[in-house]
């Protein structure tokens, strides 16, 4: 069985400060996906970025930056510089990397983030 | 094409009474999701289709809950004789294929009184 946990519910920082959203992940699989969704007050969930298991280079996308660590399964999210419009919920997510499950997403609890000015 | 819409996007209903959402997909995404989310939680894997055909669907939560994508294109959720505790934002999703992101919709709010 495939879980998802994002221990921490709700952080609170000021603006221009870095925040690390915490995503811990358990499944059998050999190869999987590994996903973060942003979901602003809108309630639309907001795709951010996908990472396939064998690929454990880290990302950087503007502000945004992805730790991929296999061996503590861990796939943490850094926001450098928070702005107000950071503010939401952010989920981290699962899914096997095969045909038949691909898009099947097991979602953490989510993260909530208050970027105040 | 503005992405993935979802009607209603509201739907307050008595118990006991059936409800029906719809999900227009992306433009020539051939993959389908429902999920379900609860007030402070993640969203809950439902269902999926590719295409018209329905892959998985042993994880609707009881048989109170169908879906159909009946020509491949958009598909509908049902509920019949809902519960209080159907009430949940029910998201729906689409990806061109099984191996690219999929997107979302706003989804519909359902509050069963």
């Known amino acids: 069985a495939q879980k998802v946990t994002q221990a921490q519910t709700e952080i609170s920082v000021v603006e221009k400060e870095d925040v690390t959203l915490d995503c811990v992940y358990e499944?059998?699989?050999?190869?999987?996906?590994l996903f973060w969704y942003k979901q602003p007050p809108s309630g639309e969930l907001v795709f951010l970025i996908r990472?396939?298991?064998?690929?454990?280079q880290n990302e950087i996308s503007g502000r945004y930056s992805w730790n991929f660590q296999k061996s503590t399964s861990s796939f943490n999210f850094t926001i450098t510089a928070s702005q107000v419009v950071d503010s939401a919920v952010y989920f981290c997510?699962?899914?096997?990397?095969?045909?038949?499950?691909?898009?099947?997403?097991?979602f953490g609890g989510g993260t909530r983030l208050m970027v105040k000015p | 094409d503005t992405g993935v819409s979802q009607n209603p996007r509201h739907k307050i209903t008595k118990r006991g009474q059936n409800v029906t959402f719809r999900c227009d997909p992306i433009?020539?995404?051939?993959?389908l999701y429902w999920y379900r989310q609860t007030l402070g939680q993640g969203p809950e894997f439902l269902t999926y289709?590719?295409?018209?055909?329905?892959?998985?669907k042993s994880r609707l939560l009881s048989d109170r809950f169908s879906a159909e994508r009946p020509k491949g294109s958009f598909s509908t959720l049902e509920i019949q004789r809902t519960e209080q505790g159907d009430s949940a934002m029910y998201l729906c999703?689409?990806?061109?294929?099984?191996?690219?992101?999929?997107?979302f919709g706003q989804g519909t709010r359902l509050t069963v009184v």
């Open positions: 433009s020539e995404h051939n993959r």
């Open positions: 289709f590719q295409n018209e055909a329905q892959l998985e």
């Open positions: 499944t059998r699989d050999t190869t999987y996906y």
């Open positions: 999703a689409s990806s061109f294929t099984e191996n690219t992101e999929a997107f």
């Open positions: 997510a699962l899914s096997e990397a095969d045909y038949n499950a691909g898009n099947m997403l097991t």
């Open positions: 990472r396939n298991s064998f690929d454990e």
